[in-house]
T-cell receptor, first 111, second 113 residues
Framework: NAGVTQTPKFQVLKTGQSMTLQCAQDMNHEYMSWYRQDPGMGLRLIHYSVGAGITDQGEVPNGYNVSRSTTEDFPLRLLSAAPSQTSVYFC??????????FGPGTRLLVL | GQQVMQIPQYQHVQEGEDFTTYCNSSTTLSNIQWYKQRPGGHPVFLIQLVKSGEVKKQKRLTFQFGEAKKNSSLHITATQTTDVGTYFCAGMNYGGSQGNLIFGKGTKLSVKP
């Protein structure tokens, strides 16, 4: 199993550009989440999903959209990137919302 | 809202010294999880504690969950350079929803050989 995969690994955007961060898991986990990690701030939940077709907001959802059309995929969309969205983004999946399996992360720089 | 506080934020130790990080929640937790993140890597699950007063060991690592299920600690005996990284606790509220898993800000451990 590949576990949780994320693409791209690195991305540079200009302010106002849009992009989608991809996340996929092959463990048949119902729960998937997106976190952002900033220095000194730990991991903050952006959006999460408890199953296909169901999404909900986390602690810091503004500026991000998600959808969950399949169990495997949970893309994160930045509609109009801002410098404040410069961060490392981690996708995670879990069985029943318990142990989180994290992907390798996407490092995003917004200029 | 619920907060999970973790201290210290940084810890520098000499190889062979012990290390402890503490996690405190403002609310009673259903369980607490611990993760380790190596520099440049992603968080990796270490353990989950569920029962009041629970103590679990993994080689040189000892994890404790408080009697009131509001605090937890991770203790590393005789640190090694391989222990370098950031250790996160994550508290799960009752209800078990993904949105109820709150991470502490982490303790960054550096080990001087």
């Amino acid at each position: 199993n590949a576990g949780v995969t994320q693409t791209p690994k690195f991305q540079v955007l200009k302010t106002g550009q849009s992009m989608t961060l991809q996340c996929a898991q092959d463990m048949n986990h119902e729960y998937m989440s997106w976190y952002r990690q900033d220095p000194g701030m730990g991991l903050r939940l952006i959006h999460y999903s408890v199953g296909a077709g169901i999404t909900d907001q986390g602690e810091v959802p503004n500026g991000y959209n998600v959808s969950r059309s399949t169990t495997e995929d949970f893309p994160l969309r930045l509609l109009s990137a801002a410098p404040s969205q410069t961060s490392v983004y981690f996708c995670a999946s879990s069985y029943g919302g318990q142990t989180q399996y994290f992907g390798p992360g996407t490092r995003l720089l917004v200029l | 809202g619920q907060q999970v506080m973790q201290i210290p934020q940084y810890q520098h130790v000499q190889e062979g010294e012990d290390f402890t990080t503490y996690c405190n929640s403002s609310t009673t937790l259903s369980n607490i999880q611990w993760y380790k993140q190596r520099p440049g890597g992603h968080p990796v699950f270490l353990i989950q504690l569920v029962k009041s007063g629970e103590v679990k060991k993994q080689k040189r690592l000892t994890f404790q969950f408080g009697e009131a299920k509001k605090n937890s600690s991770l203790h590393i005996t005789a640190t090694q350079t391989t222990d370098v990284g950031t250790y996160f606790c994550a508290g799960m509220n009752y209800g078990g929803s993904q949105g109820n898993l709150i991470f502490g800000k982490g303790t960054k451990l550096s080990v001087k050989p």
